[in-house]
Structure formats: C-alpha cells, structure tokens
C-alpha cells in the first residue's frame, strides 16, 4: 500500500477527498484525518477566520453590493 488517503485540490472545490483511485480504496471510503484537517483550515481561510492569514484574502464585492 502506497497511500492511507488521497485528496485532490481547487480553488472553487477546495479540499476534496478521493475515495479509490484505481480500484483501491483510502481511508474506508471515508476522508482521513489529514484530508479533514486539510479541508477544514482550508475552509476557515478561505471564510477568513483565521487572522493570521488575512493577508491572503482580497474582499470580492458583488455588483449589486
């Protein structure tokens, strides 16, 4: 066995987590816990509730706002 998870990235998808991949399956068919963390601290940037990587974010206003 090469792997215990398996995830892919984007920015509109974020974390996501890959399930089997050739016929072999990760983590019993279920996100493993570095794919969780992952996706998690992802999300908490992406929604800026962690401070310290504010920085990162560029406010995007809607046309209507």
Known sequence: ??????????????????????GKQFSAGAPGPVTRLLADRYDDLCRGLVQDWGGWLTPVKSPGA
């Open 1 to 22: 066995r090469m792997a215990d998870e398996a995830f892919f990235s984007s920015t509109g998808a974020g974390i996501e987590p890959i399930s089997s991949l050739d």
